[in-house]
């Protein structure tokens, strides 16, 4: 069965500290991978996707995400977070010839100064 | 994301009122996904369109949900005899091509949601 496990639902940090959001997915063919960010009210924007090569991916904004297939992980990192990415994340999962996008149940990022 | 159109941003409705959402895809995209986002929840499929054609409606609810994607026009989705349990935002997303993602990566674009508030 295909699903995606955020297990952290809240996550707080300081400004200026790093940032790492979990996501583990199990998926019966292989896996494209993505993250989306989604501000209150708004919709989705795509952070950045993995579904070949090099298994660390750069995104937008100073994410990155790195690939495990060995633990089924797709764990978003930022290096230095700011107070405008705080924000709901996104893990999901599809693949060639499927009709969907499987979601997670998201992580709230919440920052402090 | 930018041009998947979605209105009404906001819906309130009564219970036992009906609730129509549009989403105008991205012009040339001829395929329509909707997705439901329930509070404190991930976004969940509903339904996905081609043109005049529901090619898979495995996560519509059996009853009072329907969705259409007419030749011209854009996508609808409706909701008859509304509850409280459907109060959820509802996404939608287009693409070009068939299956939400092609072996680019490419994948689906969301527009940015319709709030629907049953009272």
């Known amino acids: 069965a295909q699903s995606v496990t955020q297990p952290d639902i809240h996550i707080t940090v300081s400004e200026g500290a790093s940032l790492e959001l979990r996501c583990n997915y199990s998926y019966g063919a292989t896996p494209y991978l993505f993250w989306y960010v989604q501000s209150p009210g708004q919709g989705l924007q795509l952070l950045l996707k993995y579904f070949s090569g090099d298994t660390l991916v750069q995104g937008i904004k100073g994410f990155e995400a790195e690939f495990k297939r060995s633990q089924s992980s797709f764990n978003l990192r930022k290096p230095s977070v700011h107070w405008s990415d705080a924000a709901e994340y996104f893990c999901a999962v599809g693949a060639i010839g499927a009709n969907n996008l499987f979601f997670g149940t998201g992580t709230r990022l919440t920052v402090i100064p | 994301n930018a041009g998947v159109m979605q209105n009404p941003r906001h819906l309130v409705r009564r219970r036992g009122q009906e609730a129509r959402l549009r989403c105008s895809p991205v012009?040339?995209?001829?395929?329509v996904y909707w997705y439901r986002q329930l509070p404190e929840e991930g976004l969940k499929f509903m339904v996905y369109l081609q043109k005049e054609n529901i090619i898979d409606e495995s996560g519509m609810p059996k009853e009072r949900f329907s969705a259409e994607f007419p030749k011209e026009g854009p996508s609808i989705l409706r909701i008859q005899q509304v509850v409280r349990g459907d109060s959820a935002a509802y996404f939608c997303?287009?693409?070009?091509?068939?299956?939400?993602?092609?072996?680019?990566?490419?994948?689906?674009?969301f527009g940015e949601g319709s709030w629907l508030t049953v009272v």
């Open positions: 997303a287009s693409s070009p091509r068939i299956g939400a993602v092609d072996p680019s990566g490419n994948t689906i674009y």
């Open positions: 012009k040339g995209h001829s395929h």
